[in-house]
Each structure stands twice: as C-alpha cells, then as structure tokens.
C-alpha cells in the first residue's frame, strides 16, 4: 500500500489544533493569521494535484482496518474543488479574529476531505459526524439570537441523518461482514443500503428532508457561509455517486428538488434565503443525473458540483458582502448599491450568469450536460424539468436579487456602509476568474470527470448556444410579466419547516402537558399532606429545643455561674482564711481515706 499521500484532513486538523494556542498579540496580526489559515488548504492543493491514484493511510480501529485514503479520479475531482474553495474562503475570511471561526471551519473542511477520501463507510461516518459538528458551530459564530436556534436545529437534523447512515452500516456489516463503501446494486436494494441512502438524502438536502439548508444557511457567519454552501451537500453528492448511481428514485428526487428549490426562491425576500434555495435546486441537477446513472449524467453531475462549488461560493460571498456592508441582506430594505458597492455588483453578476448557464460562464458547460445526458438517456419529463428550473434560476438569481439589491429603482442607498476589506474582494475576484477560465475553456474541468465516454460532450454547438440564449431571453420575460408578484415582501416562507416545526410542537406538549399534570398533583399533594408534616416535624422540634437542648445548655450555663459566684466569695485575698480552707480539705480526705481504707 502507498505511503506518500498527505491527506488533505489532516493539515486541517492540525490548523485547528495549532489556532488556539498562538497568543493573542500574534493573532491579531493580520499578516500572520491570513498566512496561517492559508497553509492548510495550500498543502491540501499540493497534495491532490501531485499524488497517483492509488489506496493510501490504512489504520487499525475497533477491530476493523479503516482505509483514509482511496485516490481515484472522482476523489481527486472533488478534493480538488473542495481544496480551491478552502483557499478562497481562507483568503475571503482573513479579517475575521475569533478564532472560533477557524477552528469550525477547520474541522468542516476536514470532515468534507475524510468522506471524499475513505474507503469504507465506518470511517465515513466519523468524518461525517465531524461535518456536523464544524458547521454547527459556524452557524453559531454569528453570534446572533436566531444563530443560536438555527444551529441546534440544524444539528438536530444532521444528527437523524447520522443515526440513519449509521444504522445503515451496522445492519450492512451484520449481513456482509464488511464496511466497504461500494456501490449498491439498485435491483437487489437491502434495507440498509436504503438506511445508508436516507441519511446521505439529509445532507443532499432531497425534498422534504431540504428544510434545514434554507433556515440556517443565512444565519451563518458571513465567512463562514461561504464554507457551508460548498460542504455539506457537495459531499452528499459525491457519496451518492460513489454508491448509489443509477438508482431511478434519485432521478426523480433530483428533478423534484431543482423545481421545487427555484419556485421557494422566486418569491423570498432574503438574498441569501434565496440563495439557500437555489443550493436545493442545484443540487437536484446533480442528484438527478447520478440517479440517471448514464456515463454522460454522471459526469454532468460532477461537473455541476465542481462548477456549483465556484459560482455558489461567489454568490455567497458578494452577498456576505453586502451585509457586511449595510448590516441586512433582505432585499426590501436594499437598492441602489449598485453605485456604492460597484465592484461587489460585477463579481456578483458573473457567478449570476454562471448559475443560468450564460455561455462563457461555468454554468453553461455543466448543466447542459445533465439536462442532455437525460434527454439522451429517453427521461424526457426530467430534462423538461431541469429546463423548467433554469429558467426560475434566472429570474431569482440573475435577475430578481440584483436588480433590487443594486438597482431597485433608487438612484443611490442613502444608508451607511461600512468599507470593505480588500481580502473579501481578492476571494471574490480570484473565484469570478475561474468561473470565466472554465466557462471559455471546458477542458479545464471536463479532463479530471470519472467516467470514460465514446464522445466528450461538446456544449460550443451552435443550437446549446442558442437554446440556452432562448431559455435566457424568456427568462428575462416571465420576470417582467411577474414583477409585481416576485416584489419582495418581508415574511418569512417556511415551506416543508413548517410541518417539521409543528411536529416540534406537537410533541413538546405531548411531553409537557403530562409532566404538568404530574406537577400538580404533586404540588397538591406536598400542599395538603407534605406542607403539614413538615410544620408538625417543625413544632416537634422547637419543643426539643425549647425543652431538651434549651435545659441542657442553661442548666449548664447556671451551675457554671453559681460555681463563679461560689469561688468569688471564697477568694478573700486573706492568707489566714486559705489556709484555714486547705486544711479543713486535708483533713477531709484523710477521714475518707481512713474510713474507706
């Protein structure tokens, strides 16, 4: 087995380790922190990019060999992403000083690379767990009201996805022996490769299980979203490719999301709510073409997520940006930052572009290919949808959002900003550049895709081009025939949350109304019989004290006094009188010596 391999987790681990001990004069020097909190993902990079595929870093642990290190080229396709984004999220994130954020993000990212390059679904689990935790405490490094409550829902339910996958695999091991993480056949389906397949749905954010995502993605830390949004279901979808393609109930699921996740995000208020949505959506294309399961498919999926990963980052991060700036991210409160925050509204506006599938932006060569892989594959309803669904991307993301963030038909924003720091536009700008590169020049990304095909997708044809500046231009149509009804609005759309909080309550009262009933009986009870006791057990023992303790202790006082004022009256001060007592006491003794002896 290879040796040379330097996993990506544990550079991460050691960053997170190292963050709490360096003093804090030396951390708030920003050089030193930004240089620190950029090694990790630069040793990550150097990793991927240099090492051969190959199985490395087998350990023994509960009796089971745990393999850390499986390399192939649908692992190295996502540690490759999972290693820029770090990098840019690092750079974005520099000015941040609690080093809480670090050490969470630290442990996320870890977590992401410890699934991406394990061979066995043990040793999933544990890095899956580890995911958990890291974003949890992300979400809680806003330090906000609603942070706080988002965050233990959210590991509420990443914790039922766990207990799911882990159910899973324990069944598995029972029946085969074995952890190994290969890839389940879809026609003699056990039911713990449908346990597996459910807990790995919750991360994947597959309706109904999404409702997560949409509520404590936009009450994550400003840096810290830009780590979220690429982790968690990026990560479910590559394990959901490595085990469970072609599985047609994904292909399915997948169409459902994609339309599902624009409709919600069509008529929110909070850009990074809308954004929250459109990662459902997203990632339904992806789950959609690993359910497919065709060579084509599954390579769109993973060119998706690789592309998904840059320009949802971006989005997150001009977004961040904005409430960075102004304190408020819900767009009815937004409008005419395009003059104020210009730079921010370009950057934003090329990852928009990329998430529609404008030519020349990464979008463009990665969804086409899903939508055409099933059009080729005969799911002709499916393609139709992801259609559908590209057309609500444009009108939320491309159109909706900056037009009444930045625009909004005020000439300027008459709030304050607060001037941003140049390391939020350097992450941005580097992230923009790459969308382009990989939008001009597809080989880029498509040369690292797994699976091997007669034909490589070719998405420069003349009728993509104009397919997709129809699907654009329509698009652009339906939304000033509805601009009355997208207007922004400020409630909250709680969709499926809604039944999942009722749930909640439902069984809080279940709980509660018992346990009251409990309580006041036995309020009753210690009122009528328990009160009285303890008043009788009190009268019993102020009679003891008046009577025993009391007597003890003045009979004691008064025979101390009564013998002070006897021996006052006997010291006389007379020589003669002491004399005369110290015989009368000789002579005392002596008769009872004489009597008695």
């Known amino acids: 087995m290879e040796t040379s391999f330097i996993h990506p987790s544990v550079a991460f681990l050691a960053l997170a380790a190292i963050v709490p001990l360096v003093p804090k004069d030396l951390w708030l020097n920003k050089a030193f922190r930004g240089t620190l909190g950029l090694i990790a993902p630069i040793v990550a990079l150097y990793s ?51 080093k809480g954020h670090y050490v969470a993000g630290s442990l996320y990212v870890a977590g992401g690379f410890g699934c991406v390059f394990a061979a066995d679904l043990l040793t999933v689990f544990l890095f899956w767990e580890l995911m958990s935790i890291g974003s949890t405490f992300l979400i809680w490094q806003a330090r906000t009201e609603e942070s706080v409550g988002a965050g233990f829902r959210y590991f509420v339910y990443h914790t039922v996805g766990g207990l799911f996958l882990l159910g899973g695999l324990l069944l598995k091991y029972k029946a085969t022996g074995s952890f190994a ?32 995502l949409p509520d404590a993605y936009p009450r994550a830390s400003i840096a810290g979203a830009v780590y979220m949004c690429a982790f968690t279901t990026k990560t479910a979808v590559y394990v959901l490719c490595r085990g469970f393609a072609g599985w047609e109930v994904l292909a ?19 850009a ?9 959506s997203q990632v339904g294309y992806m789950v959609a073409g690993i359910g497919i399961g065709t060579a084509m498919t599954i390579n769109g999926a993973v060119a998706h997520a690789y592309a998904h990963i840059l320009y949802k ?49 990464n979008g463009f060569i990665s969804k086409t290919m899903t939508i055409a892989g099933a059009a080729e594959a005969h799911h002709t309803l499916l393609a139709l949808g992801m259609e559908v669904a590209a ?16 625009w909004g038909g005020k000439k300027d924003y008459t709030g304050e900003i607060k001037p941003l720091p140049i390391n939020m536009y350097v992450g941005m700008a580097i992230c923009g550049l790459l969308c382009i590169a990989q939008g001009v020049y597809p080989d880029m ?11 490589q997708f070719e998405p420069w044809h003349i009728d993509k081009v104009i397919n997709s500046g129809l699907l654009l231009g329509f698009s652009g149509l339906a939304f000033y025939l509805t601009r009355d009804i997208i207007t922004p609005h400020a409630f909250l759309n709680l969709d499926f949350d809604w039944f999942y909080r009722l749930i909640g309550r439902v069984t809080m009262n279940a709980v509660c109304w018992p346990v009251s009933k409990i309580d006041d009986v036995w309020t009753e009870v210690y009122r009528t019989v328990g009160l009285k006791a303890l008043i009788g057990a009190g009268d019993g023992t102020s009679v003891f004290d008046k009577k025993g303790i009391d007597t003890v202790v003045d009979g004691s006082a008064y025979s101390v006094r009564n013998v002070g004022r006897l021996s006052a009256k006997i010291q006389t001060a007379n020589l003669q009188d002491y004399l005369a007592y110290a015989a009368v006491l000789g002579l005392g003794i002596f008769a009872l010596v004489w009597y008695f002896g």
Not at 181 to 206: E, K, M, Q, R, S
Not at 252 to 270: P, R
Not at 272 to 280: E, F, M, N, T
Not at 328 to 347: E, H
């Open 48 to 98: 991927i990019f240099t090492v051969t595929p190959g199985m490395y870093g087998s350990l023994e642990y509960l009796d089971q060999l745990l393999v850390l290190g499986r390399v192939d080229k649908l692992s190295i396709v996502f540690g490759q992403v999972f290693a820029i984004i770090a990098l840019i999220g690092g750079i974005y994130g520099m000015h941040v000083e609690d």
């Open 181 to 212: 993480f290969v890839a389940a056949d879809p026609t003699n389906a056990h039911l713990y490769d449908w346990l597996i397949l459910l807990g790995f749905c919750v991360n994947a954010a597959v309706v109904p299980l999404h409702a997560w």
């Open 252 to 270: 399915i699921a997948g169409t459902c999301m994609a339309v599902f996740g624009v409709l919600y995000a069509c008529i929110e208020n909070n």
């Open 272 to 280: 990074r709510r809308i954004l929250s949505y459109h990662i459902v």
């Open 313 to 361: 980052g971006l989005l997150f991060m001009g977004t961040g940006a904005v409430l960075y700036a102004v304190g408020t991210v819900k767009l009815d409160k937004l409008g005419g930052l395009a003059y104020r925050l210009p730079w921010v509204m370009v950057l934003y506006m090329i990852a928009a572009l990329s998430i529609s599938g404008m030519p020349l932006f």
């Open 391 to 406: 057309v609500g991307t444009f009108i939320s993301v491309g159109i909706k959002l900056p037009y009444f963030a930045f």
């Open 445 to 455: 990304l498509y040369r690292y895709l797994p699976m091997a095909v007669e034909h």
